[in-house]
């Protein structure tokens, strides 16, 4: 009978005189909370799941905006007023001196919408291509001359799916219309999927440019038809002529287009190749480079809601270092976002900052119209505010990085043409932290190792690539949402989840970052998402049952009680991470902190599934002294896979031990072990 392996030996090098960075555990460590289906609002907020979310000792808090996900716009709190009051209808301001509690709040979709498809529930469709006559897509007024100060072209989009043969194009145009535009087809693998792909351009048809009076113009864009998947008409100058009664300014900025095809000519005859339809099943996929934010009373989406402030400030999960709210900038407006910074500033909330929108880059959004729109409401909100810290983009993950389709100087970095945008508008010095998710793992379906063991390298080589690309040096890096992959997988809810969390943080705090938000601490059920293979998984700290009644903590959970309990302080006081280096190489990180009581903490991450390793561990070249360990591994938290009815056992707090002085560190398969000096 084969015995098991003996651990391998390593040594953990602390250094104590190398203070690498500092921070403080309550602004460090945060929840990332967001918006549910209809009902689960009142379902997550008890007494007892509040009870438990607050046991995982993450005393900041991210609130997350699903509706700039799903093209909506936010009444962040349902009293307030319509630019149309007469008609319920128009730009909507939530009202700041209301006295009510906010409870809930709700996003309402965008009846002048142009994308078929979006990053929330993903079940609107584009008025670009919806077969009716009377409704249209309309570009956000706020990215015109009129308020951005400078021209900032739109465009609109179609995805055939495949190379088509193609010569004509036809535009049914809205008010106000483009007087000036011109017609492009995308030369590469991909116009939508940008990471990853090698650099693709738009490229003018041969005939490509073209001026409009408005009403229907049928275009012949090449003398024959030649293949295209990608199709996009770019608007560069707009009529600002505005609909017959309007009395706001908004209707006649911008652009608006009723409907679009794409396809053919022969013999004066107009062959579309675009499915219209009023749905995005059935509609030909199209994207649009912005939308306004304008709706109607009629237009809440009933399926889903967002805890209101006030549910989350009675919950006290933002009790430590404070909230860091959002504002929606993609289809929001300045003073919606200015109203809800004088709200919580009335309500004396303790403010991390204020996150300006959520996921452009997922959006198509481009960085020269961030920025802009980030200009515009950075300085509305510094009015209000002088003291507020802003920040964003709160950027997808994107491996290896996070790019755009290449400008007129052949510059694809999201990052670097978004901080030179608000470098020429004198917006820099109101970019106050950097903001991005990280899920670094799309396939659930892979082997965990092989993700885990490079996982670290990942991180920081996309910490140091932001600021290679323009991030100043002054400004810290954010993690809004952390957690092990966007899709739903075992690893979210057995320990690679947890190893992953805690790498992360160590990694993020090692390159000079200032706080990580994990997602999920709301109690939630596991789920499928991935189809080619059968595994269930949730980002969250609490497994539950669909009802959101907790039925067992996941290894997520007790990790962040180490970081926040066992490797740090509780509170506010400073901590200092110290070097620490692991030799021989393997697939062990090590984070070291000199808490505010003196003693001397080391967070040790094995990310190896198969191989144990014993770390002794020295500080200035001497072996530790006595050591109190604290470590969660598979022998204490199992995962028993069984569709939506999998469960963990073992489930139990991770295992304390005393180490005498100069004996290794035990670090099992898969671990996250806290090691703390003895008094």
Not at 92 to 117: A, E, N
Not at 443 to 452: F, K
Request: with cysteine.
């Amino acid at each position: 009978m084969l015995g098991v392996p003996a651990p391998t030996p390593l040594v953990v090098a602390v250094d104590p005189p190398r203070v690498v960075h500092a921070f403080r555990p309550d602004r460090a460590f945060g929840m990332a909370l967001d918006g549910h289906e209809r009902g689960d609002t009142r379902r997550i907020y008890t007494r007892a799941n509040i009870r438990a979310m607050a046991s995982a000792g993450l005393r900041s808090a991210s609130y997350r905006l699903r509706t700039e996900l799903g093209v909506e716009a936010w009444h962040w709190n349902s009293a307030g007023h319509w630019s149309d009051a007469r008609h319920h209808r128009g730009y909507w301001t939530s009202s700041w001196r209301t006295r009510r509690p906010i409870r809930v709040s709700y996003g309402y979709r965008l009846p002048r919408r142009g994308d078929t498809v979006d990053q929330a529930e993903d079940d609107g469709y584009s008025r670009l291509d919806d077969g009716r006559a009377r409704t249209f897509w309309k570009s956000d007024p706020y990215l015109d001359p009129h308020f951005a100060h400078v021209a900032r072209p739109q465009w609109v989009l179609v995805d055939l799916r495949r190379p088509r043969r193609v010569d004509a194009v036809r535009v049914r145009w809205g008010t106000p219309y483009a007087t000036r535009f011109q017609v492009e087809r995308f030369d590469g693998p991909s116009a939508i999927a940008l990471a990853g792909h090698p650099p693709g351009r738009w490229r003018w048809f041969a005939r490509a440019r073209f001026t409009s009076r408005g009403g229907v113009q049928t275009l012949r864009v090449a003398d024959r038809p030649q293949p295209v998947r990608f199709v996009r008409v770019l608007l560069t100058r707009s009529s600002h002529t505005a609909p017959r009664g309007s009395r706001d300014v908004r209707d006649r900025l911008g652009y608006a287009i009723r409907e679009l095809g794409v396809g053919t000519l022969r013999g004066g005859r107009f062959h579309d190749l675009v499915r219209h339809a009023p749905s995005g099943a059935r509609q030909t996929v199209t994207l649009a480079s912005s939308t306004d934010p304008w709706h109607t009373a009629r237009d809440r989406d009933p399926d889903y809601d967002q805890p209101g402030f006030s549910t989350v400030l009675a919950s006290g999960l933002a009790r430590g270092r404070g909230m860091l709210a959002p504002v929606s900038v993609l289809y929001g407006t300045p003073a919606n976002a200015v109203a809800e910074l004088r709200w919580l500033r009335a309500h004396r909330v303790a403010l991390r900052g204020i996150e300006l929108g959520e996921e452009p880059d997922g959006q198509l959004a481009s960085p020269e119209d961030y920025g802009t729109l980030y200009a515009e409401f950075a300085r509305a909100l510094a009015r209000a505010d002088p003291r507020v810290a802003l920040g964003g983009p709160s950027l997808q993950t994107a491996i290896p990085d996070w790019v755009a389709w290449p400008d007129a100087h052949g510059e694809r970095s999201w990052t670097r043409r978004f901080v030179g945008e608000l470098r020429r508008r004198g917006a820099l010095r109101r970019l106050n932290f950097f903001s991005f998710e990280w899920y670094p793992f799309d396939d659930g379906c892979a082997a965990v190792g092989p993700q885990l063991a490079r996982a670290p390298a990942m991180l920081a080589a996309t910490l140091r690539r932001q600021r290679a690309e323009g991030v100043p040096a002054r400004v810290p890096f954010e993690i809004t949402e952390l957690g092990y992959s966007a899709f739903a997988a075992r690893a979210e809810v057995d320990l690679p989840g947890a190893v992953l969390d805690a790498d992360a943080v160590g990694t993020l705090l090692a390159h000079g970052g200032d706080a990580a938000y994990v997602y999920g601490p709301e109690p939630d059920a596991l789920i499928r998402e991935l189809p080619h293979c059968d595994t269930w998984g949730n980002l969250t700290l609490w497994l539950s049952r669909s009802d959101r009644r907790i039925k067992h903590p996941t290894a997520a959970l007790w990790a962040a009680r180490l970081l926040s309990r066992t490797w740090t302080q509780p509170g506010d006081a400073l901590h200092r991470l110290l070097a620490a280096s692991v030799s021989p190489r393997a697939a062990v990180s090590a984070y070291a902190v000199r808490r505010p009581d003196g003693r001397l903490a080391v967070l040790l991450v094995n990310r190896d599934p198969r191989h144990a390793y014993a770390a002794a561990v020295r500080v200035g070249g001497a072996a530790a002294g006595p050591l109190e360990t604290a470590t969660l591994s598979r022998a204490d938290y199992a995962w028993h896979p069984g569709g939506p009815g999998g469960y963990p056992r073992p489930d139990a707090p991770p295992v304390r031990a005393a180490v005498a002085g100069g004996t290794p560190v035990a670090l099992p398969p898969l671990s996250v072990v806290v090691a703390v000096k003895r008094r």
